[in-house]
């Protein structure tokens, strides 16, 4: 299928060839008829990555201070890769759409194959598209011109801020900026009974827009022709749909507003308060999260779970719901908003519009129309050039081992800015074929590390004879599932930790290994690092025990986030405390014999993400892992202290070592190493003949006490 992205380094938008999603449970399988190209949003977007590194760093402020945060921590080059990283990513584009339903996940009732539904949020300018069942509805047989749904997302916004204004029929309400947002809001207000005044710098009225009247924002007589609209007294509420730079809006709006009214922010705008005209007329300000409420709520838009009726009235779902309502029954009507439709094929045209606008055209509503194309339901999409290249070189890989075919079973954050850009750098992997389950990972990793192939259907990794190494980078539920059934194939794996989240699975995957010719790598790259095997040289843990101390500041995260769920991530003790116990583990070099954990007892941290682990070892030697959430970013994210006969070893975030002993020995690095590198040099000289997998033992023998102490 095609679906388009923006390149977020130089603002180039690019439709790219990607497996079609599968369907999961909750979720709707769509394929787009229409989307909208949202004249506001996404030319700001594509403005953004037009921009250069200066003038970006001078628009976002906040992430320079991140950035600098970082540096102080983990190196100035490390930092710098890292936020160039991200700049490689592409973006996908669109987020409102009207299509025909082909497929429904287990949990999906509302809707079924065959019906055609508006889509928000997930809803992307693609021909094929995977959204939460709480975030389609289903368009009623009434509305004629589906176009008209596809700006379900902005009827969205526009009665959400209806809605935090808490608007009453017949009251006077302003709405400043009349652009595609501006024009929806005053006619659903219109609709519902209200006199609207249009705001805006030029004049942008439409014959069907029904304006009480419109003042030039500029006009420096506006406030007084407000008030003289309205008995001397002023709107009752104002909602900003306009997009500036300025504080112009907000000024604007405070002084129109009536004694107790409600200023809305839908738009984006400055917003630099005057605290006098708030407190004389004792006014309200809100800002409206964009649909409604839901709206950046894993658990309502991935999960499905709704909120109940009695409760919230309008969510983000019946916000849409709603908005077709008002089309279906002919009180809202905004086909002659939509001034452009334009094939798919054609989405260039539509942002250099709406950006360059190089033919001056004249443009409120710009929709995007799908073509039919079978080939978007191909399972695999083939990289013609890397297929062409693959086949000249295959025979001279196969015969040397130079390279191990890479075949990647997901593409997430920790594979695009990590695993991949190490492997490419490494030349000791060449990237064979991605399996994922949404066009949208696939692509973005495809797009910087072109792959020879690209699937949603990870089994033709499996049957693939030519793929040497299956590398899993998926949530962390599903990891035992893709490992016992990459060894059942004979193949090679390596999974990012943890190994898999409960001890049932850790059976299954030990039996799976035992019966299987392949061999199995776990993600704990830090006994790798170069300061670790520096330690490691010096200790005798083999005559004189050791005590290690482990700090690892792991920072805040929301409890919202999948990994801190126990039947997706297994909590953040189980997702990272098994790379710390396993580099004790690795210095120490005896068996690990006994895990104990103690959780803090924080009301303020509900989470179990701070926690002392102890260790105790088969040599005497006894460690601690302190693991919290509770520290500042500021301070190192982690701190090894080793003390042996005598020394004193103390590694800082890899990035400094200093040994105390007779004498005082510091040594610091400009780029952060954490092993990664070495981890997968070390992957492919095991598969390649060269050296005996010693530590996945380690990693079995680490997670089962990890599991025991859990319990």
């Not at 519902?192 to 030039?216: E, Q, S």
């Not at 022709?225 to 000024?251: C, E, F, M, Q, Y």
């Amino acid at each position: 299928m095609k679906q388009l992205f923006l390149s977020v380094s130089d603002g180039s938008v690019n439709v790219v060839e990607t497996p079609a999603p599968t369907v999961k449970e909750n979720t709707v399988i769509m394929e787009t008829l229409y989307s909208v190209v949202s004249a506001g949003t996404e030319r700001s977007l594509t403005s953004f990555g037009g921009k250069n590194l200066i003038q970006k760093a001078m628009e976002r402020p906040d992430q320079v201070k991140k950035v600098t945060e970082k540096m102080s921590t983990d190196g100035i080059l490390t930092t710098v890769e890292a936020a160039f990283g991200r700049l490689k990513d592409p973006m996908p584009m669109g987020y409102t759409a009207v299509g025909r339903v082909v497929e429904t996940g287990r949990g999906v009732t509302e809707v079924k194959a065959g019906d055609i539904v508006a889509a928000v949020g997930q809803a992307y300018h693609s021909e094929v598209n995977r959204v939460g069942k709480n975030l389609v509805v289903k368009v009623p047989d009434e509305v004629e011109d589906l176009r008209q749904a596809a700006f379900s997302a902005l009827g969205g916004i526009a009665l959400e801020g209806i809605h935090q204004a808490e608007v009453i029929p017949g009251e006077t309400v302003a709405v400043v900026g009349l652009g595609l947002l501006g024009h929806i809001t005053a006619r659903i207000l219109d609709a519902y009974g209200c006199d609207v005044i249009g705001f805006d710098v030029a004049d942008k009225t439409l014959p069907h827009t029904r304006l009480k009247a419109f003042i030039n924002s500029t006009d420096d007589h506006g406030a007084e022709l407000a008030r003289s609209l309205t008995h001397g007294r002023g709107v009752d509420k104002v909602i900003i749909t306009a997009a500036a730079d300025s504080n112009a809006p907000i000024d604007l709006a405070e002084e129109i507003t009536r004694d107790r009214g409600t200023i809305c922010m839908i738009g984006v705008t400055r917003m630099e308060l005057d605290r006098r005209p708030f407190y004389q007329k004792e006014l309200s300000f809100k800002i409206a999260r964009s649909y409604g409420p839901g709206r950046y709520d894993s658990s309502y838009e991935e999960d499905g779970v709704d909120y109940p009726i009695g409760y919230v009235r309008f969510t983000e779902g019946r916000n849409v719901e709603e908005f077709l309502r008002l089309l279906a029954t002919k009180r809202l009507n905004i086909t002659d908003l939509i001034t452009h439709t334009l094939p798919f094929s054609n989405a260039a045209e539509a942002y250099e519009m709406i950006t360059k606008n190089p033919r001056h055209e004249t443009y409120i509503g710009v929709v995007l129309k799908y073509e039919e194309n079978e080939a978007k339901w191909d399972s695999v999409v083939k990289n013609a050039e890397a297929v062409l290249e693959g086949k000249k070189a295959a025979n001279k890989r196969t015969a040397d081992k130079r390279q191990l075919n890479l075949g990647l079973i997901g593409a997430g954050l920790f594979a695009r800015t990590t695993m991949l850009p190490v492997m490419q750098a490494s030349s000791l992997y060449h990237f064979k074929g991605l399996a994922t389950t949404g066009g949208i990972a696939s692509a973005q990793a495809n797009e910087v590390f072109p792959f020879d192939y690209t699937t949603n259907d990870y089994r033709r990794l499996l049957e693939d004879e030519d793929v040497d190494l299956i590398a899993i980078s998926t949530q962390h539920n599903s990891h035992a599932k893709f490992i016992v059934e990459a060894l059942a194939a004979g193949k090679n794996v390596y999974v990012e930790k943890p190994l898999c989240l409960t001890l049932d699975e850790l059976k299954r995957i030990e039996d799976a290994y035992k019966n299987s010719t392949g061999e199995l790598f776990c993600g704990l790259n830090r006994r790798h690092a170069p300061l670790i095997k520096e330690i490691k040289k010096e200790l005798q843990t083999d005559k004189i025990p050791a005590v290690y101390d482990y700090i690892a500041n792991a920072g805040y995260i929301p409890p919202e986030h999948w990994t801190q769920e126990e039947g997706k991530g297994g909590g953040r003790i189980i997702g990272e405390a098994v790379h710390f116990i396993d580099t004790i583990q690795s210095l120490d070099g005896s068996e690990l014999v006994e895990v104990n954990l103690s959780f803090a007892a924080n009301p303020a941290y509900p989470k179990k993400d701070n926690a002392i682990i102890t260790l105790r070892f088969a040599s005497g030697a006894v460690g601690t892992v302190l693991y919290t959430s509770m520290g500042s970013k500021k301070y190192p994210k982690e701190q090894l202290r080793v003390f042996s006969n005598g020394s004193v070893y103390v590694m800082d975030n890899y990035v400094g070592l200093v040994k105390y002993g007779s004498s005082r020995k510091k040594e610091t690095k400009l780029k952060q190493d954490k092993g990664i590198g070495d981890e997968y040099r070390y992957i492919f000289d095991v598969v390649s003949g060269k050296r005996k997998n010693q530590v996945i033992k380690d990693a079995f023998i680490g997670h089962r006490l990890l599991f025991e102490a859990m319990k």
